[in-house]
């Protein structure tokens, strides 16, 4: 492991992620052994925004870790919105998205030692209907996918793929009015994703020109895709939407209206059926630790 400073970590755990067979306490504890001070927060269904900030300020961390996927890594960005305490990125759930954004491996070693060295850097993020949202966020046939799955006691790509066919049978299209950017656009959509950032957590690119650096997000309106295009974002399929099937909006504010009650989702989370969507913009919100070109991990 290279060498920093002493620092004091605060680790946020989502023992529910990913492979739940690993102590990840443990070997964090191991990891660090000798050189950082920590504390552990293990989330529980109970666990506040409020309680855990209260928490980080009482032991005034250098860094926050997040432990867990994309869920975990929201709620620690929201604890930490607006602070000066920078949020390294640990991947250990099913979906890593935010991970993949900034070309973190699923690799835990590398993970933790570049928590430590990596460089802060300013994203921005959104509010999605007054919900904090830091990745992707969608209405139509994914939300009702992420509703599906999560009702269902199956986890892992089983119960993914029986959440899907259950959403794909009953799918409709919508009918959507985005405004945004002075303009008013009317369409009919599979879906349509309020981007933060790029890709889903399978790898699958759906904002090829989207940044969590650049104070703008992206309205994706998915058209049309066929049943194989709906398994590639499902599922682990590195490539990106057809662009002749896709429109993209980069805006700082938008306003969304659906004819039909359409389901929504908010970076992973089923949040309910919803007629008007509005997001607004935060800039400068969350100091994300990411690589710099100096720094070179002995794991990765």
Not at 235 to 253: A, R
Request: net charge positive; glycine share 8%.
């Amino acid at each position: 492991m290279n060498i920093t400073a002493s620092l004091k970590l605060y680790v946020l755990i989502n023992r529910g992620s990913g492979n739940q067979q690993n102590d990840f306490e443990e070997v964090i504890r191991d990891f660090y052994r000798g050189t950082h001070v920590l504390h552990f927060f293990t989330l529980s269904k109970t666990s506040s925004v409020e309680e855990i900030r209260q928490d980080i300020i009482a032991f005034g961390p250098h860094r926050v870790l997040a432990v867990g996927g994309d869920g975990t890594v929201k709620l620690a960005a929201e604890c930490l919105l607006e602070t000066d305490i920078p949020l390294a990125i640990i991947p250990t759930g099913s979906a890593n998205g935010m991970a993949k954004e900034i070309n973190l491996k699923n690799n835990l070693k590398a993970a933790l030692e570049l928590a430590v060295n990596g460089t802060p850097k300013l994203i921005h993020a959104l509010r999605v209907n007054g919900e904090f949202s830091i990745h992707l966020a969608d209405i139509g046939i994914n939300a009702r996918i992420v509703k599906k799955f999560q009702s269902l006691d199956e986890r892992g790509m089983i119960g993914y793929a029986k959440a899907a066919w259950q959403a794909i049978k009953r799918h409709k299209k919508m009918h959507v009015t985005v405004n945004a950017q002075g303009k008013s656009k009317s369409r009919k959509a599979e879906m349509v994703v309020i981007a933060n950032g790029t890709s889903y957590g399978t790898g699958v690119k759906i904002n090829k020109t989207g940044s969590l650096f650049d104070d703008q997000f992206e309205i994706v309106i998915v058209k049309w895709f066929s049943v194989l295009e709906l398994l590639k974002m499902c599922f682990s399929f590195k490539t990106q939407f057809n662009p002749f099937k896709t429109e993209i909006i980069p805006t700082n504010y938008a306003n969304l209206t659906i004819r039909e009650n359409t389901s929504l989702q908010v970076d992973g989370e089923y949040i309910g059926k919803v007629k008007q969507v509005e997001v607004q913009l935060i800039t400068d919100a969350v100091l994300l630790v990411c690589n710099n070109e100096k720094f070179k991990s002995e794991y990765a």
